[in-house]
């Protein structure tokens, strides 16, 4: 109840004392208040008389009061003009709002997660053209000179293999396979750099650096969306339920005037409800189940779960024999269909383990929001697994990974077969991530828009049977974070592979929403985003350690090409830090670097983490705690609302019949979870 304070009409009541001695009480609190006054929940008419209350006439206030409300002012409009040009210039606002609308919440955050990818990976772009490509271009190093003249001794042949010669000399099968831009800045082998000195920039390091700065960066930008995207019963409670009543009376939107956006508006509302019926539905359901009842779900819940894991073990034994198959057969006649078979077998995988996982989670009847969770987790599990079988395999193959060879022996990885190995990663990835891409393509114009102009033209049992196809959410986002981990991996091996990424995100969002508008039919089964963001950021989480392993594995320990790349003739990449740290610092300062860098170091900062890692959890708990009461509290604040509404009803006049003006007494029990 707003109070007029500055105004009173004529022949109106006096007040209570009470009632005066609470208002002087509020009146004096605002005043000392440090609160803003446009904040306050009052009208206009009630914040002048504050503000007037604050700063008297004929007293003033100091230069240094004014000056800093004037900045404040200043500030808070700046940040307001800033927010407003940056949702005016927001990329796909509009396309985002019209998906939101039509198709709720949880199908829209696909999109707003596509969006966020793009803009980590021209991030990632722009730090590696900084500071490794353009200085490469300006400084143009001096060539390394000629590569030095090693003999192998490999089995069959006497002279060193030029791997992977296409028979083929085909221009757009070259562009596929990566091999039209082996010389190109694409790939690893085109970066060359000269000596190190203590006076030029160093390409070498910018080279080592960037990756792990652009992973870093990334890994901080996830971590931050993820916690913003924690869904609200984690800090309300898991018996807290949303109230049906703030959705019904405060949910339109009255500066609406097209009627295309009340359209959509009101699809939003519709869908708003379906999902807190739904929930609602489920919750009654799992309450009225019996003992008997709960140990039959346990069991179809546990053989289902197992028989998804034995999928899982049989899809990445076929991805590791199929990677095994196509290195092994390098100089078949299908040679070039075999370049392909990893990927093939990879993307078909991946093709038909959602949609197995998908029919066989629905038979669990779960809600919504687990549903679409436990279908991503294994979904996760499988594209995960299958990208660390793939990677192991091509470790095996080329790095002699568990293998004994005689190159392997002599110059840690295999030489016979591949005379720049990091180049052919770099294939092998730029490959997948192409193929990727083109699944994506095909499936939606050869597949998804043929079934749906056969659903139309045709009517039958069959037909009305098929429909189209239904916008999978954990299907499409498990794609996603596929290529965006396969650009992680090739950060080192191939830089510029975000480049291709950003535009594959860029086409695949324009691609998608025709399918969502065009071709798909809107799931039967809503689900919240704000449960899905976060476990759409913890995969994506997942993916880029799943990167991060191999490449600081492969950057300390694993033996650099020959004759290729900025760190020809290292024993491994990062071997070059300590010689710039010789190089660049002074002698104390490279005491605290090897000191920081030993296992001296190791127990102090363990005993720091630890001690972090108490605060964390202590402050953690204390939240939890203020958390507690300050539900209790807002309950207690709702009660004395509803006994002040009471009173009120009793000490108004009854005007006619009897009937009195203000409301009824409700019997209103509170609890932690009850609406408010």
């Not at 490509?133 to 390394?144: C, K």
């Not at 994506?540 to 600081?552: D, E, F, I, N, T």
């Not at 300050?630 to 002040?644: A, G, S, Y």
Request: aromatic share 12%; charged share 15%.
């Amino acid at each position: 109840m707003q109070r007029q304070w500055s105004l009173k009409a004529p022949g109106e009541p006096e007040a209570e004392p009470g009632c005066e001695e609470l208002c002087e009480q509020e009146m004096e609190r605002l005043c000392l208040s440090q609160q803003p006054v446009r904040v306050l929940p009052y009208a206009m008419v009630d914040k002048r008389f504050i503000r007037q209350l604050r700063e008297p006439e004929g007293v003033k206030t100091s230069c240094w009061q004014q000056w800093r409300r004037r900045r404040q002012t200043v500030g808070r409009r700046l940040g307001e003009a800033a927010r407003r040009l940056t949702r005016g210039c927001g990329l796909w606002e509009g396309a985002l709002y019209e998906i939101g609308g039509l198709f709720g919440t949880g199908i829209q955050s696909y999109f707003t997660f596509l969006r966020f990818l793009l803009l980590l990976n021209l991030l990632t772009l722009l730090l590696t053209s900084g500071f490794v490509l353009l200085p490469l271009v300006w400084l143009r190093p001096p060539d390394p000179g000629p590569a030095l003249n090693f003999t192998l001794q490999c089995p069959g042949s006497g002279h060193l293999p030029q791997p992977g010669v296409s028979k083929f000399n085909n221009l757009l099968w070259n562009v596929f396979t990566g091999r039209a831009f082996n010389n190109t800045y694409l790939f690893y082998g085109a970066y060359r750099a000269g000596p190190e000195s203590s006076s030029t920039y160093s390409i070498r390091l910018a080279y080592l650096l960037s990756p792990l700065a652009c992973l870093l960066l990334c890994f901080c930008g996830i971590l931050r969306r993820m916690v913003k995207g924690l869904p609200q019963k984690m800090f309300l409670g898991q018996d807290y339920r949303s109230p049906l009543s703030a959705k019904v009376f405060s949910s339109w939107d009255f500066c609406i005037r097209g009627q295309e956006a009340a359209t959509i508006k009101r699809h939003e509302i519709s869908n708003e409800f379906k999902m807190e019926l739904e929930e609602g539905c489920h919750l009654l359901l799992l309450q009225q189940q019996t003992r008997a009842q709960r140990a039959c779900h346990l069991l179809t819940y546990l053989r289902v779960n197992i028989l998804i894991g034995l999928l899982v073990v049989g899809a990445i034994s076929a991805i590791f024999w199929a990677t095994k198959y196509s290195q092994d057969n390098k100089e078949e006649s299908l040679f070039l269909l075999l370049q392909y078979l990893p990927p093939g077998v990879i993307a078909l995988v991946n093709f038909l383990g959602p949609l197995l996982f998908v029919f066989l989670v629905q038979l669990e009847n779960y809600p919504p929001n687990t549903e679409v969770n436990l279908t991503l987790i294994w979904c996760v599990v499988l594209k995960l697994a299958s990208l660390g079988m793939f990677s192991f395999s091509l470790g095996q193959t080329v790095l002699c990974i568990g293998r004994n060879k005689t190159s392997c022996e002599s110059y840690g990885y295999n030489a016979c077969d591949y005379q720049c190995w990091e180049n052919s990663v770099g294939e092998e990835l730029y490959k997948l991530s192409i193929f990727n891409f083109l699944l994506t393509v095909a499936f939606a114009f050869l597949v998804s828009l043929p079934r749906r102009m056969l659903v139309e033209r045709f009517s039958g049992r069959f037909w009305a049977w098929l429909d189209r196809e239904e916008f999978l959410v954990p299907k499409n986002v498990l794609d996603i974070v596929e290529g965006q981990t396969v650009t992680w991996m090739g950060l080192f091996y191939c830089p510029l592979l975000p480049l291709l990424n950003s535009i594959f995100i860029f086409l695949t969002f324009y691609i998608k929403k025709y399918t969502l508008l065009r071709n798909s039919r809107a799931s039967p089964r809503r689900f919240r985003a704000s449960s899905s963001i976060f476990f759409f950021q913890l995969v994506l989480l997942l993916g880029l350690l799943l990167a991060a392993v191999p490449l600081g594995y492969v950057v300390s320990s694993i033996r650099s090409s020959w004759d290729c790349g900025p760190f020809a003739n290292y024993l491994a990449p990062w071997q070059v830090v300590p010689e710039l740290v010789a190089l660049w610092l002074p002698p104390p300062s490279q005491r605290i670097l090897y000191y920081l860098g030993s296992h001296a170091f190791s127990f102090p900062l363990l005993i720091l983490l630890s001690l972090v890692l108490t605060v964390c959890i202590s402050q953690s708990q204390a939240s939890s705690r203020a958390i507690r009461r300050l539900r209790k509290q807002l309950v207690w604040q709702v009660q004395e609302k509803w006994h002040l509404v009471d009173d009120l009803s009793r000490l108004l006049p009854e005007p006619g019949s009897g009937d009195s003006l203000g409301p009824e007494s409700p019997v209103f029990r509170f609890s932690s979870g009850s609406e408010l």
